[in-house]
């Protein structure tokens, strides 16, 4: 669809900020114009849905006592839609218009489908009215990519400046950073966001060569390196420097964080005004007092870039990598660019494309329930990917989860003595999560416990029965034998002597809530 | 034959502090500082239902707000925050038991200190942690599924906990919403909050919301989907159109939509009205 700027001049592309600023339309297709706001919320917010992640956690940040806004550390699901998805953000794009031609997306250029933009201050309103509702934590902010990487990322910029500073916007904010587009804008971007993410999208370079021509695999991981150093350095500025801290923003330096952005701006409208190429040190660009080299980011004490760090995505199933594949990339992913979250999607062919795989309804969620697993695996409970899986067996079990899956393949390691056995241990026990972990170490200390104390404190003994002892004793008589517990696991059967030894003991089934819920507030 | 001793007081936090002041004078006094003897003999009790100890003695507790506020400094200088934290969201469940677990609680918090948090192998410790876990569970809750409702002068929200949720959630939307005029009525427990712009929040029950309870009623009224006396609110319609195209089709999962959003919040949400 053609845009009404055809100049095509570099200094005149990038004023368009300075343009919508004054309230001049952005998108130039009559379609985008005419169209209603409920017409453009549902084509922008059904464009973006396939994107995972709609977390709003990782930050916390007091309201100011002035303007609207906070962050809970934990995050805040506000609703859930029929597919069981948390709706955490008011999840849009900028628009849906895009340049590239990736075969898995729905908003690929050559696909016939409604287009839409909004403008900087329709989306404000939309999120600053939700916000007030309660309906949502903040706004995650993705784009398809107009006219250029650079273009689509100034005005995602334009757009969280003035949500951040002219409607005062205290909430979370979430944004995509484009693959391409200038460090600049991502680092000054970064200090406005609470999260960035850059989409990894397949597992390897070979995939993303096959099915999004118009991507590399450079240009993806060049942001989030940049976001991750620039991440690393800022919490070294505000003397954090063990990265599983989380954030607390406090008011004072936020004030002065913000006046620091103002003069940032002003560097950025300077710099676009001129064109990247009026400058001459390349990656080097004047921001208010201090020289700071971007890709370096050398940043300035008191302001918080990106403060509850980046997160990634995958979709599985559209090309054929292993599940151990895709745990060795995650844990490198984890490992080398301080990740906090790696989401897995799986694939929908919504474009019946014939390259691709067919998928039937529902098919692939195990495998992504699954990669879900595993993942809390490496981060919570200090599994590494190798021990989950291995080349001779790449597939997770559809039966049983990896943990148990691993407990039966280690039997050597159990059984468990709840009353002796250090944090780590307790961990890696089926049915045994963190918070139960803790619990029982805090309470053993005032005496020792029993299975009817653990199962109060969390410990789903269904599963962890198997594995533990308790004063020296299983709770009932049980084989320690692979195919034994396998089968006890899959069809939930009690063990013979259980009938008899207690018929009151009843169950819970663990759900995604035990992992979310938070107690602690 | 052990002696029993049952302190009744009204349901209300301060009721309730008011009886835990007046408990431990009374142990202090039969049992000596001591307490060596003592085993629990003390019950509070909130409902008017005293039919379950036969030959207990019953002594009716005021509420007095001096003494409430003593016990909580104590507890707080005593056995540390974590542990007021606990026993405020215990108080604010419904159960029954509630206050002489407390008690119990309390008896042991001010012998062993800060520690009695993790005696999880404790009867009443484990019991109150029960209690204020499900509490600050079903708060936060309320704090994800509140829905507000623009009607020009003030946002408005009817909820219909389980528990007394506002103490516990008034905070959260103080610090959010600074710049709002905004109400949340809780219709179960009869109280709401009030937050006038840029002033503290408040908490109005008892009385004080007797007396004005005609405006809430009015409120949720209008609230309900059957009197909509108001002008229709367009980012309502907006916050459902935004839900339907979110919804991914082909991954249609209802048995985990109500796992992880139970029926019974959705009563008051924009979304399922």
């Known amino acids: 669809m053609e845009l009404n700027g055809t100049d095509t001049d570099k200094s005149t592309e990038h004023m368009t900020v300075d343009a919508c600023r004054e309230g001049k339309p952005v998108s130039g297709t009559i379609l985008a114009e005419n169209i209603s706001m409920e017409e453009k919320l549902r084509i922008l917010s059904d464009a973006a849905k396939y994107d995972v992640a709609c977390t709003s956690s990782g930050v916390d940040r007091k309201g100011n006592g002035k303007t609207m806004g906070s962050t809970v550390g934990c995050g805040i699901c506000h609703s859930f839609t029929p597919d069981g998805r948390c709706v955490s953000l008011l999840k849009i794009l900028f628009t849906n218009e895009c340049i590239f031609d990736c075969k898995y997306c729905i908003n690929r250029s050559s696909n016939d489908v409604p287009r839409a933009t909004f403008t900087p201050d329709e989306i404000c309103r939309l999120t600053i009215e939700f916000y007030r509702r309660n309906y949502i934590e903040g706004l995650f902010l993705s784009s398809g990519i107009l006219r250029s990487p ?115 701006r002003l560097g950025l409208n300077k710099y676009t005004l001129n064109g990247p190429e009026s400058h001459i040190p390349h990656n080097e660009v004047n921001i208010g007092k201090k020289t700071s080299l971007t890709g370096g980011y050398v940043g300035t004490k008191s302001r918080y870039f990106v403060p509850a760090g980046q997160s990634t995505q995958m979709i599985v199933g559209a090309t054929d990598e292993s599940d151990y594949h895709i745990i060795n990339v995650t844990e490198a992913l984890y490992d080398n660019y301080d990740l906090k979250r790696v989401f897995y999607s799986a694939f929908i062919n919504v474009n019946n494309d014939a390259d691709l795989p067919s998928t039937v309804n529902g098919a692939g969620l195990l495998r992504e329930h699954r990669l879900y697993q595993a993942d809390w695996l490496l981060r919570f409970y200090g599994f590494k990917a190798k021990e989950l899986l291995s080349e001779d067996n790449p597939y997770f079990n559809d039966k049983i989860d990896p943990k148990c899956d691993w407990a039966v393949r280690h039997l050597e390691h159990f059984p468990v003595e709840i009353n002796k056995a250090d944090y780590y241990t307790l961990l890696r026990v089926p049915g045994i999560g963190v918070k139960s972990a803790k619990r029982i170490i805090a309470a053993r200390r005032h005496g020792s416990l029993t299975f009817d104390d653990i199962k109060k404190m969390g410990v789903v003994l269904k599963r962890a029965l198997y594995f533990i002892t308790c004063k020296g004793r299983m709770m009932y008589q049980t084989k320690l034998e692979e195919k034994y517990i396998t089968n006890h696991l899959i069809y939930n059967e009690p063990p013979h002597s259980m009938l008899a030894g207690g018929s009151s003991v009843t169950y819970t089934q663990m759900n995604i809530s035990d992992f979310i819920s938070c107690e602690d507030w | 034959m052990e002696e029993k001793l049952v302190l009744l007081c009204d349901g209300t936090i ?114 109150v942690m029960e209690l204020s876990r499900k509490a600050g569970n079903e708060a936060y809750r309320f704090i994800e599924h509140i829905r507000f409702k623009d009607m020009g002068e003030a946002l408005y929200s009817v909820i219909e906990p389980k528990c007394r949720v506002i103490p516990l959630i008034g905070a959260h939307f103080d610090e959010r919403y600074p710049n709002e005029n905004w109400i949340i009525y809780d219709k179960t427990n009869r109280e709401a909050a009030l937050h006038k712009c840029f002033q503290p929040w408040i908490i109005v029950s008892g009385d004080a919301f007797d007396r004005s309870s005609a405006f809430y009623d009015n409120i949720s009224g209008r609230n309900s989907r059957n009197l909509q006396c108001y002008e229709e609110d367009n980012y309502e319609e907006l916050w459902k159109t935004f839900l339907d195209s979110l919804y991914i089709k082909e991954r249609k999962n209802e048995r985990c939509q109500n796992n992880l959003l139970p029926k019974w919040y959705r009563k008051n949400m924009t979304e399922f009205m």
Request: include cysteine; proline fraction near 2%; charged fraction near 30%.
């Open chain 1, 150 to 264: 650079n273009y689509t990322m100034e005005l995602m910029y334009e757009t969280i400046y003035k949500l951040r500073k002219e409607w005062r916007f205290n909430g979370y904010v979430h944004v995509k950073a484009i693959p391409g587009a200038d460090s600049i804008l991502v680092e000054n971007i970064g200090y406005l966001a609470d999260r960035m993410s850059v989409n990894l999208e397949f597992p390897t370079a070979d995939g993303l060569k096959k099915l999004a021509p118009h991507k590399n695999r450079k240009n993806i991981l060049t942001p989030m390196k940049e976001i991750q150093t620039g991440i690393e350095n800022n919490r070294h500025m505000n003397g954090i420097d063990n990265k599983y801290t989380r954030m607390e923003i406090d008011d004072a330096k936020y004030l002065e964080e913000s006046r620091n952005i103002l003069e940032d």
């Open chain 2, 14 to 127: 301060d009721g309730i502090l008011t009886a835990v002041y007046e408990g431990f004078v009374i142990k202090n006094q039969r049992f000596g500082m001591e307490s060596r003897e003592y085993r629990d003999n003390i019950d509070i009790c909130v409902s008017c239902n005293y039919n379950s100890y036969m030959f207990a003695e019953y002594i009716d507790i005021p509420k007095d707000y001096d003494k409430s506020l003593k016990t909580a400094a104590a507890i707080r200088k005593k056995i540390g925050e974590e542990a007021y934290n606990m026993v405020i969201k215990a108080l604010c469940h419904y159960d029954e038991e509630r206050a002489s677990l407390v008690f119990g609680f309390l008896v042991r918090g001010f012998k062993l200190g800060k520690g009695v948090v993790n005696m999880l192998g404790d009867k009443y410790v484990m019991k």
